[in-house]
């Protein structure tokens, strides 16, 4: 009888459309918001700063459409002149077709002796009495990278007001392990992919970055005399000292508050869950099954559960648990499911998961995102390779992960309800992204 019942439901669950089956997310990552129709013309550039104007531009016109939530107004459907100053904007122009915007961004770009001043407006363009939402000047020595961080500041000024008074992740870096120095080491780069640098020169392997809630520090594994946890201070530029544990250590995971790690441990044998102070200190154990325990990810929300992933009944499966290792809940029951990411409202895990494992099997490894408390869940990746390694955008609307899909190993971000994929390395092998706040 049971089953008679609940082969109908799976059926009515696969026979709704796809909207219908994905709105928990769009809601839950605040991107079933109704999309802003927003102008961005090329801001008016003063004499010598026409190739810093371009960078600007681009770059700006980059972050807002990323974001996810705006509708952009294509620049060829923008009036001939385009508004430098206030006093310039014709409302009325702009919110007519054929741009028929609601909002309008612009603003003016020079250079004087070697610094570079950007003016910048947001206007609604349907509020002819007050129509300003933002003003902002920025000043900044007049190079490409400090005018591209410009226009990130100014993207995330308007992110915040239009997207629900969310901070934008313009500014935000991502780590990441590259092989382009000949060995695994961690990199860095801007969100959308740019000013990629080599962050440790270990000269060893490192692997699973993940970088504190504030930005200071990052932790990682990395073999020297067996594979122990090491810690990068961002604001030193170097590492500092984390304790000696013996076993091999690895997967190592900031707590929501910065304060301690959680990380996998075969110190005693089986590989296990613990958590220390950041110096290694005050070590617990959490975990204590037969088979491997590894990944955790701590819930940065409320700071009291802990996902991760074990070996216990066989093939891994991600589980969660309280952060004292009690209330133990098997979160996925088939396949093969590893690498869990916690978003930061604690309400869904991103991971990869082989769904139909085995020789012959049908399916690839893709990226998965689950709702905790009612464990649906929905496929975000489906163009085949190896997807795996997903990290949540400090927005809760992005994701980054590594895939094999163009050949190797590179890594691509996508909005949280799989659209807008987009890669952002091209060079070496490039694994194990983290989305850092900073």
């Known amino acids: 009888m049971l089953r008679k019942l609940f082969l109908p439901a799976l059926l009515l669950i696969a026979s709704l459309p796809l909207t219908a089956q994905t709105d928990w997310i769009k809601t839950g990552t605040n991107l079933g918001v109704e999309k802003v129709r927003l102008a961005v013309p090329d801001f008016k550039a003063g004499q010598g700063s026409e190739s810093l104007s371009a960078a600007f531009d681009q770059t700006l016109w980059n972050d807002l459409y990323q974001a996810g939530l705006f509708d952009l107004v294509s620049k060829s459907f923008n009036p001939t002149q385009a508004p430098g100053q206030p006093s ?34 947001l206007y609604d363009v349907k509020n002819p009495q007050t129509p300003q939402v933002l003003g902002k000047q920025y000043k900044n020595g007049a190079t490409v990278e400090n005018t591209r961080l410009i226009a990130h500041k100014f993207a995330d000024e308007i992110i ?34 740019s000013n990629q640098k080599p962050i440790t020169h270990l000269g060893s392997i490192v692997l699973s970055p993940r970088a504190s809630p504030d930005g200071a520090r990052v932790a990682y594994s990395w073999m020297t ?84 992933v074990s070996g216990r009944t066989g093939l891994p499966q991600i589980y969660t648990m309280d952060v004292d290792g009690s209330n133990v809940i098997k979160m996925t029951d088939q396949g093969y499911a590893i690498s869990p990411s916690w978003s ?51 927005d809760g609307r992005h994701v980054v992960f590594q895939s094999s899909r163009s050949g190797r190993e590179e890594i691509w971000s996508m909005l949280a309800d799989g659209s807008q994929q987009t890669q952002l390395t091209n060079s070496g092998a490039n694994s194990m992204p983290n989305w850092s706040s900073k």
Request: proline share 6%; net charge negative.
């Open 88 to 121: 310039e904007v014709e409302l009325n122009t702009w919110g007519a077709p054929p741009p028929n915007a609601s909002m309008l961004a612009f603003g003016n770009i020079n250079v004087a002796n070697n610094e570079v001043t950007v003016q910048g407006w």
């Open 225 to 308: 005399n067996g594979w122990e946890i090491g810690i990068y201070s961002t604001e030193l530029g170097r590492s500092v000292n984390f304790a000696r544990l013996g076993g091999t250590n690895s997967a190592p995971a900031f707590s929501g508050d910065g304060n301690r790690l959680a990380f996998s441990s075969s110190r005693s044998g089986d590989p296990e869950i613990y958590t220390s102070d950041i110096s290694g200190a005050n070590l617990k154990r959490l975990t204590n099954v037969k088979g491997p325990d590894t990944s955790p990810t701590w819930n940065p929300k409320t700071n009291a559960q802990i996902a991760f």
């Open 160 to 193: 915040f007001r239009l997207g629900g008074g969310i901070q934008g992740i313009a500014e935000s870096k991502i780590y990441f392990i590259s092989t382009r120095t000949g060995h695994k080491e961690i990199w860095a780069m801007d969100y959308d992919g």
């Open 344 to 394: 930061p409202n604690g309400q869904f895990l991103v991971f990869a998961w082989t769904r139909h494992y085995g020789p012959g099997a049908p399916g690839a490894q893709d990226i998965y995102i689950m709702d905790v408390a009612s464990h649906q869940w929905v496929q975000l990746t489906h163009d085949g390779g190896r997807n795996d390694f997903p990290s949540w955008a400090p």
